[in-house]
């Protein structure tokens, strides 16, 4: 195969072990940044778009010819509605497999969005609270508990964007800082996890990794970025399933979902990631690659059908449009 990976950090640790992977069993690789693409939507009632490589400002734009790839691995942190607009047209225009639907990477990136979906799944979240305009304070921290409660941004990876929420004063002044700049607003019930949370991967319906990670001291949040520590955990098929499920929910066949299980043991999804970290793979020792490689090795030929289906549960299309449109492929 020859595998292209979108992403605007070719060098971080995820793009190495994709492409080592990929390299270990006979693939080539080409990594491209999203920004220094160039899409071209065709006239043509038959197709004929085109992507052209615009990276050598001082040479003439490369048309990168769609025969030249097998199969797109997104990694998609940064620029993000550009970046998936790349995916969108490599991947729906072009017809090139891809390990993550563009809508999939869209609906992870939104908070309020994945909760929904992960929600009529019949999937466990925290109580969450969604306004668009803060203005009933003592009402909307009434509706998820009282405090301690969690605020969230609609956006934001690696814990950034998420505020603990301790006294009634500091709410007060946060909920009125984003009432005022009219942002909108995600407030949650504090899950009491003592610290801790779990990070799972999954790959085309399995947990391919799981880790627990702790919290550093004085720290709510349990991300690695954010001074946490990790161990390698071996979860129940139950949890597995919620993982695995909770993932698709938002159209996502390879992610990272993370879990919190509170004081009585209730297990909680609270979010799902289109473009997880690789601190897993280094606390673990889990080669959490050769899984997405050996993905791509058993659906490039099928070109686009996987991710119709995918698309088409996302968004609740009968079964007689979805046969329709895999017609198409």
Not at 21 to 48: M, Q, T
Not at 159 to 172: A, C, T, W
Not at 300 to 321: D, H, Q, W
């Amino acid at each position: 195969m020859n595998i292209l990976i979108l992403s605007a950090k070719p060098q971080n640790e995820g793009c190495k072990s994709i492409a080592k992977a990929a390299w270990k069993k006979g693939h080539k690789v080409s990594i491209k940044d999203p920004k220094f693409l160039y899409l071209l939507i065709s006239e043509s009632l038959n197709g004929y778009d085109r992507i052209y490589d615009a990276f050598e400002k001082d040479q003439k734009p490369e048309r990168l010819p769609a025969r030249a790839y097998d199969c797109i691995i997104p990694r998609i942190g940064s620029n993000l509605s550009f970046g998936v607009a790349v995916l969108e047209h490599l991947n729906n225009n072009l017809k090139i497999f891809a390990t993550q639907t563009p809508a999939g990477i869209l609906a992870a990136s939104n908070k309020l969005l994945s909760l929904q979906k992960i929600s009529q799944a019949k999937i466990r979240v925290p109580r969450t609270v969604f306004a668009d305009r803060a203005a009933h304070v003592k009402w909307l921290i009434e509706q998820v508990g009282d405090l301690p409660a969690i605020g969230k941004g609609l956006h934001g990876s690696q814990g950034n964007s998420v505020y603990p929420l301790n006294d009634e004063y500091q709410s007060n002044v946060f909920l009125e800082n984003f009432y005022n700049k009219k942002e909108n607003l995600l407030l949650q019930k504090f899950i009491d996890g003592n610290s801790k949370d779990i990070r799972t991967v999954v790959v085309d319906g399995e947990v391919v990794a799981a880790m627990e990670r702790t919290a550093a001291k004085g720290e709510l949040r349990a991300n690695i970025s954010k001074g946490g520590t990790g161990k390698k955990i071996e979860l129940s098929n139950d949890e597995k399933d919620i993982a695995i499920r909770a993932a698709r929910a938002v159209g996502l066949e390879v992610a990272g979902v993370d879990m919190m299980k509170d004081s009585s043991g209730r297990l909680f999804v609270i979010e799902v990631n289109g473009n997880y970290g690789y601190g897993i793979e280094t606390i673990t020792g889990v080669d959490i690659s050769t899984p997405l490689i050996e993905y791509c090795e058993r659906n490039y030929k099928k070109g686009n059908s996987r991710n119709i289906e995918s698309t088409a549960a996302l968004f609740g299309f009968p079964e007689a449009v979805t046969n329709e449109l895999l017609k198409m492929v």
